[in-house]
């Protein structure tokens, strides 16, 4: 009998480290497309236009897609989901993240649009043709500088830039009946999983008919049979069936 909780060993190591290991970029099927973000290199400013004609034009492009294709076809933003509260007691701001930015840049890297090509060459040389004409706002890299009175706001809804207070017990009792207080700053870098690939999924359509979605994330997900599919995930090839894009 096993307890619950008790370690049961390392199962993935001789598959990974004698090189038997498979990832998304591993799977390769019969008439696979490739996508490519294209990604803004400022961290703060306003979108005054996404020109992506060339990048349709180029060679072996399948689909090139911006927000407001997005709009036209009724895909949501991103929810927030986050319960906590704000320092006035409300709950957290509910920030609509964009698939694709609209018509403001929120950070380094952020999509503005998406490539999806027959090779992911060809993907990656049309992504470097899309044109975004955007005018720089002034932009804050530290949460000190974020909290100044008059900081640029990531968010027009939240001026103060606190998403939310995050409290475990009294602590503001046990500070005031504490014998010795200590303040400390302390800075925090930028976190990530050291994956051994960035994120990435492919959608296909399996033998037995199911929209299967193999992807580097540490949570599966499941879609119902019935559950319908945006048009934007298929994407037309002349001559050809329509084609899931990866």
Not at 182 to 194: E, F, G, K, T
Not at 204 to 230: C, E, F, H, I
């Amino acid at each position: 009998m096993t307890k619950w909780g008790e370690f049961q060993g390392r199962i993935e190591d001789d598959r990974l480290v004698t090189g038997r290991g498979r990832y998304v970029a591993d799977f390769k099927v019969p008439r696979m497309a490739h996508g490519v973000v294209v990604r803004a290199p400022v961290a703060h400013a306003r979108i005054r236009g996404v020109d992506v004609a060339e990048a349709r034009a180029a060679a072996g492009v399948l689909a090139v897609y911006t927000s407001k294709d997005l709009a036209a076809d009724g895909l949501p933003d991103f929810p927030c989901g986050v319960e906590l509260k704000r320092p006035n007691g409300e709950r957290a701001h509910q920030a609509r993240r964009p698939v694709l930015a609209r018509d403001r840049i929120r950070a380094v890297g952020e999509p503005v649009a998406f490539v999806v090509a027959e090779t992911l060459e060809e993907a990656e040389a049309a992504a470097e043709m899309v044109t975004v004409e955007s005018e720089d706002l002034e932009a804050v890299t530290e949460p000190p500088s974020a909290r100044r009175p008059g900081a640029p706001a990531v968010w027009d809804e939240v001026p103060d830039n606190i998403a939310f207070i995050w409290r475990k017990g009294d602590a503001a009792g046990h500070i005031a009946g504490a014998a010795h207080i200590a303040r400390l700053s302390s800075h925090v870098s930028r976190v990530a999983a050291l994956t051994m690939e960035p994120r990435g999924a492919l959608g296909l359509v399996d033998d037995t008919g199911r929209y299967a979605v193999p992807a580097s994330n540490a949570m599966s997900r499941s879609w119902s049979s019935d559950r319908k599919l945006s048009r934007r995930s298929e994407i037309q090839r002349p001559g050809r069936t329509s084609l899931p894009a990866a």
